[in-house]
């Protein structure tokens, strides 16, 4: 019971970094830059924009010198671990059921196809047995008869 209040409090305790490195990166995104609040305090004193013309460049670099004072550094965003990547759940032992599947024979094919002619053999097969038996049968009953009319002459 002990191990699963600290798994509990592990994850709450996980949970509550993932959201203040959220809220960290999100008050980055939201905060205005040092270049738009000069503008704003700019416009509100009513001074020429056109004298203090800065120009920021996040994507693009520019081939002129004097541009390219006016790059910005790339936001430097907190580190975000995703906790899934983290601990990959427990495997269990699962077996392959790849391993528990019989192969065919290889003449499975051929004895499908063939299967009604070789059920009509059986029975002519029989009945030719059969057919035997009895001949046998009154052979030995005609050598047997036979024996006993020659006993009693």
């Known amino acids: 019971m ?3 209040e600290d798994s509990i409090e592990l994850a709450a ?3 509550r970094e993932r959201l203040r ?9 939201n905060t205005p830059d040092d ?12 001074t020429n ?16 010198k004097q541009l390219q004072e006016g ?3 790339p936001p430097v965003l907190p580190k975000f671990e995703d906790p899934i990547t983290e ?7 699962k077996e392959d059921p790849f391993l528990n599947i019989a192969p065919k024979k290889p003449n499975w094919d051929l004895r ?4 009604k002619k070789l059920d009509k053999l059986e029975r002519r097969t029989q009945k030719a047995m059969h057919k035997l038996m009895e001949q046998q049968e009154k052979e030995r009953q005609l050598a047997e008869g036979g024996d006993a009319i020659e006993d009693q002459h």
């Open 35 to 46: 270049d738009s609040a000069q503008a704003d305090e700019n416009g509100a004193n009513g």
């Open 87 to 93: 601990a990959p759940p427990p495997s269990e032992k």
């Open 2 to 4: 002990a191990a699963e």
């Open 71 to 73: 790059k910005l550094a």
């Open 49 to 64: 924009e056109t004298d203090n013309l800065s120009m920021k460049f996040r994507n693009y670099v520019p081939q002129d």
């Open 21 to 29: 490195a959220l809220r960290a990166a999100q008050e980055l995104l």
């Open 112 to 115: 499908r196809d063939v299967q």
């Open 13 to 15: 305790a996980s949970r």
